[in-house]
Structure formats: C-alpha cells, structure tokens
C-alpha cells in the first residue's frame, strides 16, 4: 500500500465558449456540471502518475493524453516537483459535447495541485497550466473554456501581447437554456471543428463579428441582457460549422420562436445554448430545441441554468 502524504479534492464547472462572434475570446462559466479531480501526493518520488477514472471510462488514463494529468505534468515540470501522484477523476460535464469537459478536468486538476504543493501560482499562471490540457483534445492551448471553468462568469482572454483576461458577472435575469445531444463524438472532436473553420475572412465579415461582440460585452458591463444577446451573431465560424450539427436552422428557428433572445453553438458543439431573461419561456424554449434534434432521431436534453461556475478546493488533509 502506497503512502498518502497529502490529499486535495478540487471541483471546476461546466463553461460555454465562443458565445457567437467571440471565439477562442469569450467563455462563460456554466453553474450546470461539474467535474472534481482528487490528487494524492505519495511519500514515493518517481514522477509518476496514475489515473482512475471514478465513473467515466470515455476519457483517456494515460497521463500524457489526460486533460488534467497534462496540466499537473507542467506544473510538476516548473517546479521540479517528483512525487508520484495518483489522480483521480469524476466526470460531472458531458465528454466532447461542447460543454468545456476537457476544461474542467485540467481547471479542476489544477486548482488542487496548486493548493497540494502551496504552488501560490497567480490567475494567469493557474490558466496558463489549465490550457496545458487543451492540447489533448483541441491540438492547441484555447483558453476560453478553462478561463471560465476556472474563474467563474462571463469572462474575456487575449494571449498576446500577453495572456491577460477580464471577468464580468452575468446580468441576474441571462438564464441559459443548453440543448445536449446524446452523440457520440471523436476524441479529437475540437480539432476537427477547428478544422473546418476559414483560414482567410472578408474584411466586411471582421467588422460585423467585431461590432456585434462589442455589443455582448458592452451588454454585460451595463448588465443589460437584451443588449448583449442582441450581439450574439457569427458570420464566420458558425457558418462553417453548422453542418456538424443536425437540424441546427431548424434548431436555432424554433428556439426563436419559443421565446429565446439568441442561439449559438456552444463551443466546438454539437450542444446548442439559447439565451433568454424569463424563466417561463426557458422550458418551452428547450422542448423546441429538444424536438429538432428528436426529429433527427438524436435523444437530447435540455437543461436550464444560470452563468456562475468557477473552480474551488473542496477537501483537504
Ligand atoms: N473556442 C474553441 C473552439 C472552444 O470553438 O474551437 C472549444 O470548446
């Protein structure tokens, strides 16, 4: 039996990326799943990690192609940190469903070894190691899901000149409406949507995404709903990726009708999110989104919830 010299349990939520015209930009944290990644330090210094998956076998337990093994690997790297460590994992967020599930783990995972090891490592480090594990589904570090899982909230990152982002909360009265189609998805299913996406875009179709995601953000610092909403349009990732995703005219149309303020694909899909200020029009408005992808012959469920989220430790000894 291996000796536990420490032990840190983590959780990180559920977060919708791109939000329309901000993508690989806007994350929102979604108080909807949520992942906990446990960690225990072992007495035994070999640098090596084992995973249990506790209730999900759909993800991979080899270390260099877990999301929250890949995180902990790096900052076991800075740090010069040796001890073996064995990571355990409970899915909460749907896996490769648009939901950020990757994100969550590697938000999870590094929330609790940073608190393990009293890394002190500052926001933008903690997201800078959360993205780590984005390479694992995505092929590249995006930050927009981890930002959210992580700090909660609607939540803007630029990488460059330097990683830098800024948090708002949402306006009390979004209420989500988050349609998950029960499909099965390709491990890689991010850098697949990623690669249908134009490498080179009109001028005039920059302006329009430019213009309406000034709008969202200008809606939620007035905290402003209708505004914001009205800014979730986008010309020029939706487009290319809307045939991955069945019925999604139809889908978008019928949530429009029930009621919704706005529909978009959530992150690399195939989940679809509608946004609305009434809480009346949230059930109707998921029935008509669940009944498209019905139509296709997908089972979905639609959930309603409020943006919210983040990370924090919930146990340790
Ligand atoms: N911004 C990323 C993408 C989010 O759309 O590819 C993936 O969840």
């Given at each position: 039996m291996k000796e536990t010299v420490n032990f840190c349990e983590a959780r990180a939520s559920s977060s919708t990326a791109?939000?329309?015209?901000?993508?690989?930009v806007f994350g929102l944290g979604l108080d909807l799943f949520y992942d906990t990644v446990s960690i225990s330090k072992l007495?035994?210094?070999?640098?090596k990690i084992k995973i249990t998956l506790e209730n999900n076998n759909?993800?991979?337990?080899i270390a260099e192609e877990n999301s929250a093994s890949l995180s902990v690997m790096k900052i076991a790297q800075k740090y010069k940190i040796k001890n073996d460590l064995d990571i355990r994992i409970t899915k909460g967020v749907p896996i490769?469903?648009?939901?950020g599930s990757s994100a969550a783990s590697s938000a999870a995972a590094v929330t609790a070894f940073n608190e393990l090891f009293q890394c002190k490592l500052t926001e933008n480090e903690l997201l800078d190691f959360a993205a780590e594990g984005e390479v694992s589904s995505a092929g590249v570090k995006h930050y927009d899901n981890v930002v959210a899982s992580l700090f909660g909230g609607f939540v803007i990152v630029r990488t460059f000149p330097t990683l830098q982002f800024v948090r708002i909360n949402a306006p009390k009265d979004l209420i989500l409406v988050v349609c998950v189609p029960q499909m099965v998805t390709p491990v890689k299913k991010t850098k697949i949507a990623r690669s249908v996406i134009p490498r080179t875009i009109p001028i005039e179709d920059h302006t329009r995404n430019l213009a309406n995601a000034c709008m969202m953000v200008s809606g939620f610092l007035y905290q402003d709903t209708k505004l914001l909403t009205s800014g979730i349009k986008d010309i020029i990732v939706e487009p290319a990726r809307k045939s991955l995703i069945p019925g999604y005219e139809k889908l978008k149309l019928n949530a429009i009708r029930s009621g919704a303020l706005a529909v978009t694909i959530?992150?690399?899909?195939p989940s679809m999110i509608a946004f609305t200020n009434s809480a009346k029009k949230a059930h109707k408005i998921g029935k008509s989104m669940e009944q498209v992808f019905a139509d296709s012959k997908i089972q979905s469920n639609a959930y309603v919830c409020r943006a919210g989220g983040g990370a924090k430790v919930i146990s340790k000894y």
């Open positions: 791109n939000l329309g015209p901000g993508f690989d007495a035994t210094k070999n640098g759909k993800i991979p337990s490769g469903l648009g939901l959530s992150g690399a899909g």
